[in-house]
């Protein structure tokens, strides 16, 4: 049981250039979220989901994109990198009831 | 909307000993969810202990228990003898009830366990 699958770990990108981040979960959760996290910061929700073809807005989500075709993947696309990006993201899952959130291990951005 | 304060940005504890982290929240909701997460240096968010507000009874988890006082909107977390393994990001969050059950999370605490 993998839980929360990210890729990649760490990426390095240049002003202006593109990139998606991966997140794949095998545990059937229709729930699935993107945060960031600044340094000596919480975590801020950019992108949510509630099941496959709904997705919404969260706190932070200029400059992101995402989309739900499968219950398993929740990718998020960074469209012309700005530094302001430069950032951790972590993608987490859950089912309903009062059980907390399943996280990945996280991506380090930095934005160039 | 939900807001979630953590008051102590660093704390340092003896080995063995006891400390106490304290977190406040502000909502109208009555149906809601606390948590507190740690963060290693590892990065990986770990769930510590949560809380249903609906429930009186404190939660405990092994050395990890919570002071939640609903009227009061505070939620603090007690960690009992310390272990150098402890010394991590603490976050408490909050999460409404239903409909998309959005996290939202406070700016952390860093706790440090000295020998």
């Known amino acids: 049981n993998a839980g929360v699958t990210q890729t990649p770990k760490f990426r390095i990108l240049k002003i202006g250039q593109s990139m998606t981040l991966q997140c794949t979960q095998d545990?059937?959760?229709?729930?699935m979220y993107w945060y960031r996290q600044d340094p000596g910061m919480g975590l801020k929700l950019i992108y949510y989901?509630?099941?496959?073809?709904?997705?919404d807005k969260g706190e932070v989500p200029n400059g992101y994109n995402v989309s739900r075709s499968t219950t398993e993947d929740f990718p998020l696309r960074l469209e012309l990198a700005a530094p302001s990006q430069t950032s951790v993201y972590f993608c987490?899952?859950?089912?309903?009831?009062?059980?907390?959130?399943?996280f990945g291990s996280g991506t380090r951005l930095t934005v160039v | 909307a939900q807001t979630v304060t953590q008051s102590q940005p660093e704390m340092s504890v003896q080995e063995a000993e006891t400390v106490t982290l304290s977190c406040t929240y502000d909502?109208?909701?009555?149906?809601?969810?606390l948590f507190w997460y740690k963060q290693p240096p590892s990065r990986q968010m770990i769930l510590v202990i949560r809380?249903?507000?609906?429930?009186?009874q404190n939660a405990t988890e092994n050395r990890f228990s919570v002071n939640f006082q609903k009227a009061a909107k505070s939620f603090s977390l007690k960690i009992s003898d310390s272990q150098l393994g402890d010394t991590a990001m603490y976050f408490c969050?909050?999460?409404?009830?239903?409909?998309?059950?959005?996290?939202?999370f406070g700016k952390g605490t860093k706790l440090t366990v000295n020998p």
């Open positions: 989901s509630v099941g496959a073809g709904i997705t």
């Open positions: 545990m059937n959760h229709n729930y």
């Open positions: 987490a899952s859950r089912d309903t009831g009062p059980g907390g959130y399943t």
């Open positions: 969050a909050f999460m409404k009830q239903g409909g998309s059950e959005k996290l939202v």
């Open positions: 809380q249903e507000a609906y429930k009186q």
């Open positions: 909502t109208s909701e009555s149906n809601y969810y």
